[in-house]
């Protein structure tokens, strides 16, 4: 992960000379859960039995680690065992939608505490919408008896382009005022603590990931609902791109799609087929009225079979897009998100049909295309994966344990 | 990258707890190529003072760093400054084409001291074809006077599906013999080194991204020849994919292939359209006799112009799936490599006028289209990188201090 302009601006500099000079790394090490002693540590690291004691103080102090029972005794006081204490700080993770923010406090092994949905406008600019979401996220803090110097950091996926270096939306279609602004900057004028942001189909990315297909180290997550875009994990690690317009499937050309406009200004692109505004127009056309992806998924719910044509069909458009990402990339897992998702199995029969006709076999004999199981949640917990990794990240801890 | 069998055979464990236990840690902060005192040393990594010294022992003694002049002294004697030494060990890296093989013996660095080119058929099989590998790799070893004992891995490119982990190859379509064939075991036998195996487009990529463009973490490399195929690097990493066939972009499915059947055969795949076989039966049919890449590419040499648009379109068709490649990964450089591309700008034309028509303009915005300039280097500069990154990874270091 690149580090955010948020970080530095706490303080962080990147670490010269790689991984083993601070407490932050022997934090690593306990990560893992096990508990261990001040000896183990000193004989698994090669650290100086002087320099183990000093992070594991530096450590205890932060509330990262605590005791956790003693070891049997060569003779002598037992020594004291020493684990990672997950409940020590909290997360904040909100997933921002056009019309609602869904805010969720979390622990550092991302479980869900509590939680809040919130409509808003994303039209009513980000001052409106981040001083409501700062509200939330102290009711949230509050009501759970938490303080504010117990966040470990705040994570906020928006629906539009990101610049992730910075958290600052980039040219976002559907967010008028956004563009450019200091999300970071101005959150922490009112919450201190480091701020993460990335784009909602990212952290739909990391969520479900980080919930359901922790082993997975190559997933695609794709988000069909008022756009489509993909979260592209490879290597275990979220892949943003040079410019960080990585998986913007959305406006890939589709043949199907030959003549018909985009809201980008281009023709034929998978968005102008199969998002629900373009699902609801082409049913409108043929006679059975539809405005939104909604009103698709209500008739194909009630066995509309135009709809449930329309679906699958989009699902077939997809697909296609898709045939090309998995010859590519070789993913193990696809998991398809995002509201139009929620129409079950038409949807994804579409895709699957495609996928598996179009690609290579050996790049099909494992992969597995599977609805997404987090649902409205894998935003924030998406989120609170980002904030997670990057806090306990070593040059982070070490951050953590400086002085104020 | 993966832990191959190869190097698990050579004794190799993965390494618990993280980064910063053992000797080759400490190398790794050496590897920048700047000279340290041991107490630098010490104070960098927080290691006692004597372990440092010991780990400085065995480094020396397996001659990866070496004294490189002395501290300003602070009273007393001035204090030894320790550098890496790209040239205390030897790496030999081929690229095996279905016709010849190329072998050359390079440095810790990369850089090639001398290499060799000999004709071969890949259909003889793999005892046949190894043999002469072998002993192509003894002949240049020799030449340069350095010994077995100073060869610190040897990578070989292969033009097929290889399981990377074992180093297999895994039913290569044009290699009657290899499927599943223990290629590093079989080296192994002959030469006593860490074998590494990838085929020929991943080794490409990491070979064009060492020697051009280091500081480009998400590039594509394409091979259009005889097949096509991508090697990609996404984060700065190779990515291989669940199964190791990631970049297979051959057998993508191209709207103006509809019909046309491909060897694998599926109808409509890119290979069938745009690789060398294809182009010449093309023009063929069209009156121009031509039966391979090669007689193309003199063709449109030689100004042919049916051969020209021919290979122009071929770029246009290859553009054609980079344009979702570039949506889906947002790479900063697209290196078009392989026979074809020596066709200087006809094929690069094609491939440019639909990428810039159908990408994003975000992801377009400084992406650079670019012709190998690696050329036929490309294989072994990449082979002798897998090799590089691999031998000199903190775990492998310490097998290589090991007592054998």
New interface residues.
């Given amino acids: 992960m690149s580090t955010p302009a948020a970080t530095l601006a706490a303080g962080t500099l990147p670490q ?7 407490a932050g ?1 022997l934090f ?2 306990l990560r893992d859960g096990r508990a261990r002693t001040r000896a183990e540590l000193a004989e ?5 039995r002087s ?1 183990v004691a000093t992070r594991i103080e530096a450590l205890m102090a932060a509330g990262l680690i605590s005791p956790a029972g003693e070891a049997v005794s060569s003779g002598g006081r037992p020594p004291s065992r020493f684990a990672f204490l997950p409940t020590s700080r909290v997360v904040l993770a909100a997933d921002v939608g056009a019309t609602h923010v869904l805010i969720a406090l979390t622990d550092l092994d991302g479980r869900v505490l509590s939680e809040s949905k919130t409509a808003i406008s994303i039209a009513d600019g980000p001052v409106q919408v981040l001083d409501l979401l700062i509200s939330h996220c102290r009711k949230l803090l509050s009501q759970a008896g938490r303080h504010e110097r117990e966040l470990a950091g705040i994570g906020i996926g928006l629906p539009g ?1 990101v610049e992730h270096s910075t958290g600052r939306p ?2 976002p279609p559907i967010m008028p005022g956004w563009d450019g602004f200091d999300v970071p900057g101005y959150v922490q004028q009112s919450l201190a603590a480091h701020v993460l942001v990335d784009n909602d189909v990212n952290i739909m990315a990391l969520g479900e990931r980080a919930a359901y297909w922790p082993l ?3 997933l695609l997550f794709i988000k069909v609902a008022t756009g489509i875009g ?1 979260g ?1 994990i ?2 275990g ?1 979220l ?11 959305g ?3 589709v ?1 199907r799609g030959e003549g018909m406009l985009c809201r ?1 200004g ?1 023709y034929g692109c998978l968005e102008a087929l199969a998002s629900g505004p373009a699902i609801a127009a082409a049913l409108s056309a043929g006679g059975v009225p539809a405005k939104t992806g909604e009103d698709v998924l209500a008739l194909a719910r009630r066995g509309n079979v135009a709809a449930v044509q329309a679906m699958r069909q989009a699902g077939r458009d997809v697909g296609d ?1 898709l ?3 998995v ?6 897992v696809i998991v398809i998100g995002g509201g139009l998702s929620a129409a079950g199995e038409y949807l994804m029969a579409g895709v699957r049909e495609v996928v598996y006709q ?1 690609s ?1 076999p ?2 099909t ?3 597995r295309i599977v609805q997404s199981m987090a649902g409205d949640q894998a935003g924030v917990l998406g989120a609170s994966r980002m904030v997670i990794d990057h806090v306990l990240a070593p040059s982070s801890v070490d951050a953590l344990l400086a002085p104020a």
Avoid: E, K, W, Y
């Avoid at 010269?16 to 601070?22: D, E, T, Y």
């Avoid at 698994?44 to 100086?48: C, D, P």
């Avoid at 892949?239 to 499937?249: K, M, Y």
């Avoid at 010859?327 to 193990?332: A, E, Q, T, V, Y």
């Fill in positions: 010269p000379g790689g991984g083993f000079s601070r790394d690593q090490l698994i690291t090669g650290l100086a320099t382009p980039a040219n997975d180290n190559d993909a592209v490879n290597g690690v892949q943003r791109g040079a410019d960080g317009t990585a998986g913007d499937i406006h890939v050309r043949a980008c281009n897009v045939a090309t990402c010859n590519l990339l070789n993913p193990s179009r290579l050996l790049a004999a494992r992969l």
